[in-house]
């Protein structure tokens, strides 16, 4: 694995989630991290994968949980980063795909080396946040606005 990148949405106050479920809805953002992630690798922990709709056509799944059982949206369960990180180790590219726990942990360990953020124009009630603390050791390479529609967003590729 050459590149482990982080992907989120986070709103003005880096909120990323409420109850289980994005706050928002955003139908750009939403094309925007499927293109990003088309035919490629994601990891996610269950509270993420169990808000998703259905399982994401087009990528490999790898749900994170101390609970091994099937889940309905991942391709394989693990019991750990290091366990799911090791099955990925021939990817190019995976992409680390939330919550909050999931994030601070890859960032705490070290294995982060991209960060695609949307940072949506707005505030809403949010229980979990994206840690932006840890931005501080990347730097912005490149950021597009996406001001039609609602909510206006922009993303920013860090490295």
């Known amino acids: ?4 990148t982080v992907i989120a949405a986070a709103d003005l106050a880096s909120g990323i989630g409420h109850e289980g479920t ?3 809805r955003c139908a750009r953002d939403l094309k925007h ?4 992630t088309q035919g490629k690798s ?4 269950r509270r993420t994968a169990d808000s998703l709709p259905f399982k994401l056509p087009g990528r490999k799944t790898y749900v994170l949980s101390r609970n091994l059982d099937d889940h309905p949206h991942a391709d ?9 990180t090791s099955l990925l180790s021939d990817e ?17 360990q070290k294995i982060v080396t991209d960060v695609v ?3 949506i124009l707005g505030v809403w009630d949010c229980d979990k946040v994206f840690p932006m603390e840890y931005l501080k050791d990347f730097k912005a390479r490149y950021s ?13 590729w860090f490295k």
């Open 1 to 4: 694995m050459k590149k482990v």
């Open 22 to 24: 994005i706050p928002w």
């Open 33 to 36: 991290f499927k293109e990003t």
């Open 42 to 45: 994601l990891i996610m922990g």
């Open 76 to 84: 394989k369960v693990c019991g750990s980063m290091l366990e799911a």
């Open 92 to 108: 190019e590219e995976i992409f680390i795909a939330g919550g909050e726990e999931i994030y601070r942990w890859a960032f705490d």
């Open 117 to 119: 953020l949307s940072t």
């Open 144 to 156: 597009k606005g996406f001001m039609a529609g609602s909510p206006s967003f922009v993303v920013t």
